[in-house]
C-alpha cells in the first residue's frame, strides 16, 4: 500500500510538472517555457558576477548605458526614481525611464515605466530631466526628447505616480534652426524646470555648452531671458557644458548641480533673486579617473536634499561580460550650513545594512606600518577615526589580498591638502599600474590633465587640531568615501583575485593615532 502510495505521488508531482499550467486553467508553449528559461539563465549568469554590488541600486537586467538618474520625487511616503535603460521600439534602440519606488532608500521595487515612447510621439527616445511640482501641487517631469531636439513635459494626477501622460502643450522648447535669429543662442538639451511662488512664473534652464534660461506664466509659451551663468565667469572650463542640470533650494541658498560630459558632477551655490541666479561658489564632486557622473536631486518629507549618480563603469576588456551594466550611487544627503560650507553625508537609513561588525580603539601605529582589521569583506562600510601629522600621508586599504599584489588605498595627503583614492593596484592583471582614463564620456584629451591617471584626487583640508573621519562603503566594485562630513568620492575599481577581501589602516613615515575603527559587513537588497 506504501509503495502503491509513493507511486501515486511521484506520478502526479511529475503530471503537474508537465503539464501544471494546463491543470490551473492555463496554457504555455514551449516558446513561452524557452523564453522563462532563457531569463533564468540570464538571472544565474549576472548572480554570478563577483563584481555587481549588493546593496547599491543596480540596473534589473540588460546592459543600461546611459543610466542616469532622473525624475526624483518624494511622493505620498515613497521615493520614486527614474532611470534611463535601452528598449526597442519598432526594432530600433531607443532609451526609456525605467521606475524604481522605495520606502527606505535601501529596498526598491519596479513601478511601469516612467515615460516611454509610443506612435506619434514627437521625440524617438527619453533623455534627462527632472520632476518638479506645478502651481497646482501637481507632479511633472520636463524632459529633453531623443531624435526632436525639443524639451518636452509630462504630468501625472496618479496618486502613486504609476501613470504619467505627455503635456498637451509639447514641446514646450524648440532647439532653433539655421537662419533663425536665436541659432547657436541656445538649444533645447537637458532641461530643468521648476515654479517660482515669489514671482509666480516657471523657469526653464535649457543645458549644454550655453544653458539657456527661460520662463513662462503657463508652460505653453516661453520667454528667452538670455544665458543662466555669465560666459565671462562661468568658473568651469572653457571645454566644459553645463548638462544633467538641477536646480534646488539648500540652506538659505540656490544650487545648480550639473555635469560637464568631460569631467563629470559639479556644483554652482548662489542666490535665486527676481529670476536672476547670481552665483557665489563653484566646486567639483568628481575629478579625473573619478566616476560620479550624470546627478538627480530630490527633497523629501524630513526636507533632506537627496542626491544620487550613474556610477561610471571602467570594467577592462578581458574580464567576462556578465550580461548587464548600470549602477546607481548611494544617495548622499546635502545641507548648506551658516558657515556657506556643503555637507555631504551618507543617510542614516543606511545604518540598517549593518551586520556583523568589529570594532577597536585606541590604536597607535609606528611609523611604515599597517594594521589589519579582523573582519573582511567585498560589501563593508567602514568607520574610522584617525589622527595623524600634517608631514605624511595615512589612511585605509580595501580589497587587499594577504599577499599585497591586489590593494586600493584611500589615503589623506596634508601635504598637497587632498583626499586620494589609488587605483593603481587594484588589479593584479594591470601591469605595472591599473589605470583609468581620466575623463567622463567619450571625449578627446582633456588639455592639462594627464592621459590616463591611476588615482582620484579631490580637494581636502583638515581643520588645526581636526582628526580625519572617514565613512567608507566598498560595494564588490564601488567605493565611496565620506571624509568628515566636507568631501565625498566614488571610485570603481576590479579586484580579480578571491582572496581581495581584507581591510587595513596605515601610515606613512610618522606614527598616527586611531581613536576607533569599525567595520560591519552589509546585507543584500538587490533582489539579483
Known amino acids: 500500500m506504501l509503495l502503491l502510495r509513493l507511486l501515486s505521488l511521484l506520478t502526479l508531482?511529475?503530471?503537474?510538472?508537465?503539464?501544471?499550467?494546463?491543470?490551473?486553467?492555463?496554457?504555455?508553449?514551449?516558446?513561452?517555457?524557452?523564453?522563462?528559461?532563457?531569463?533564468?539563465?540570464?538571472?544565474?549568469?549576472?548572480?554570478?558576477?563577483?563584481?555587481?554590488?549588493?546593496?547599491?541600486?543596480?540596473?534589473?537586467?540588460?546592459?543600461?548605458?546611459?543610466?542616469?538618474?532622473?525624475?526624483?520625487?518624494?511622493?505620498?511616503?515613497?521615493?520614486?526614481?527614474?532611470?534611463?535603460?535601452?528598449?526597442?521600439?519598432?526594432?530600433?534602440?531607443?532609451?526609456?525611464?525605467?521606475?524604481?519606488v522605495s520606502t527606505d532608500l535601501l529596498h526598491w521595487q519596479l513601478y511601469p515605466d516612467m515615460l516611454d515612447v509610443k506612435d506619434g510621439d514627437i521625440e524617438k527616445g527619453i533623455f534627462s530631466g527632472g520632476a518638479f511640482l506645478s502651481r497646482e501641487g501637481i507632479p511633472h517631469i520636463m524632459y529633453h526628447g531623443q531624435g526632436s531636439a525639443t524639451n518636452l513635459v509630462a504630468y501625472s494626477t496618479d496618486a502613486d505616480l504609476r501613470e504619467w501622460k505627455k503635456f498637451e502643450g509639447n514641446p514646450v522648447l524648440r532647439s532653433p534652426e539655421k537662419g533663425d535669429p536665436m541659432y547657436e543662442k541656445y538649444r533645447a538639451w537637458d532641461p530643468e524646470g521648476w515654479y517660482d511662488k515669489e514671482t509666480d512664473h516657471y523657469y526653464q534652464i535649457s543645458g549644454g555648452k550655453i544653458a539657456g534660461f527661460f520662463r513662462s506664466k503657463d508652460m505653453m509659451e516661453w520667454e528667452y531671458l538670455g544665458d543662466l551663468i555669465p560666459q565671462d565667469d562661468r568658473k568651469r572650463l572653457d571645454f566644459e557644458d553645463l548638462s544633467c542640470p538641477d536646480f534646488f533650494n539648500i540652506g538659505d541658498k540656490q544650487m545648480l548641480l550639473f555635469i560637464s560630459h568631460n569631467l563629470g558632477t559639479q556644483y554652482y551655490i548662489g542666490t535665486f533673486k527676481n529670476g536672476q541666479y547670481t552665483i557665489e561658489q563653484h566646486h567639483r564632486m568628481n575629478w579625473p579617473g573619478g566616476t560620479f557622473f550624470a546627478p538627480e536631486q530630490m527633497v523629501d518629507d524630513s526636507g533632506r536634499n537627496l542626491i544620487w549618480g550613474w556610477v561610471l563603469e571602467r570594467k577592462p576588456d578581458h574580464l567576462e561580460d556578465f550580461g548587464w551594466s548600470g549602477i546607481m550611487s548611494m544617495p548622499r544627503a546635502l545641507s548648506l550650513p551658516s558657515d556657506g560650507v556643503l555637507r555631504i553625508q551618507p543617510p542614516e537609513e543606511f545604518k540598517q545594512l549593518r551586520l556583523a561588525g568589529t570594532e577597536e580603539t585606541d590604536l597607535v601605529l609606528s611609523p611604515d606600518t599597517e594594521h589589519l582589521m579582523d573582519l573582511d569583506g567585498t560589501a563593508l562600510e567602514i568607520e574610522v577615526e584617525l589622527d595623524g601629522t600634517i608631514k605624511d600621508t595615512y589612511g585605509v586599504k580595501v580589497f587587499c589580498s594577504p599577499d599585497g599584489r591586489e590593494e586600493t588605498i584611500i589615503r589623506y595627503d596634508p601635504g598637497s591638502k587632498e583626499l586620494v583614492i589609488d587605483f593603481s593596484n587594484s588589479s593584479i592583471s594591470a601591469k605595472g599600474?591599473?589605470?583609468?582614463?581620466?575623463?567622463?564620456?567619450?571625449?578627446?584629451?582633456?588639455?592639462?590633465?594627464?592621459?590616463?591617471?591611476?588615482?582620484?584626487?579631490?580637494?581636502?583640508?583638515?581643520?588645526?587640531?581636526?582628526?580625519?573621519?572617514?565613512?567608507?562603503?566598498?560595494?564588490?566594485?564601488?567605493?565611496?568615501?565620506?571624509?568628515?562630513?566636507?568631501?565625498?568620492?566614488?571610485?570603481?575599481?576590479?579586484?580579480?583575485?578571491?582572496?581581495?577581501?581584507?581591510?587595513?589602516?596605515?601610515?606613512?613615515?610618522?606614527?598616527?593615532?586611531?581613536?576607533?575603527?569599525?567595520?560591519?559587513?552589509?546585507?543584500?537588497?538587490?533582489?539579483?
Open 433 to 528: 599600474s591599473q589605470t583609468f582614463r581620466s575623463n567622463c564620456m567619450g571625449e578627446p584629451q582633456l588639455e592639462g590633465f594627464t592621459e590616463p591617471v591611476s588615482e582620484q584626487r579631490a580637494p581636502f583640508e583638515l581643520k588645526k587640531g581636526e582628526s580625519l573621519k572617514l565613512n567608507i562603503f566598498i560595494d564588490q566594485s564601488i567605493i565611496e568615501v565620506f571624509a568628515n562630513g566636507r568631501q565625498c568620492m566614488t571610485q570603481v575599481v576590479y579586484p580579480e583575485l578571491r582572496e581581495s577581501n581584507q581591510v587595513k589602516l596605515f601610515t606613512g613615515s610618522k606614527s598616527i593615532k586611531i581613536s576607533h575603527a569599525r567595520v560591519w559587513q552589509m546585507a543584500r537588497t538587490n533582489v539579483y
Open 13 to 100: 508531482t511529475a503530471c503537474l510538472a508537465l503539464h501544471g499550467p494546463e491543470l490551473m486553467g492555463q496554457k504555455t508553449t514551449t516558446n513561452e517555457l524557452d523564453k522563462v528559461m532563457q531569463s533564468r539563465k540570464l538571472r544565474q549568469r549576472i548572480m554570478s558576477d563577483p563584481h555587481r554590488p549588493i546593496y547599491h541600486f543596480v540596473a534589473p537586467e540588460g546592459m543600461a548605458y546611459p543610466f542616469d538618474p532622473n525624475g526624483g520625487i518624494y511622493w505620498n511616503g515613497k521615493y520614486h526614481l527614474g532611470f534611463i535603460y535601452q528598449a526597442y521600439h519598432k526594432g530600433f534602440r531607443e532609451h526609456y525611464w525605467g521606475h524604481a
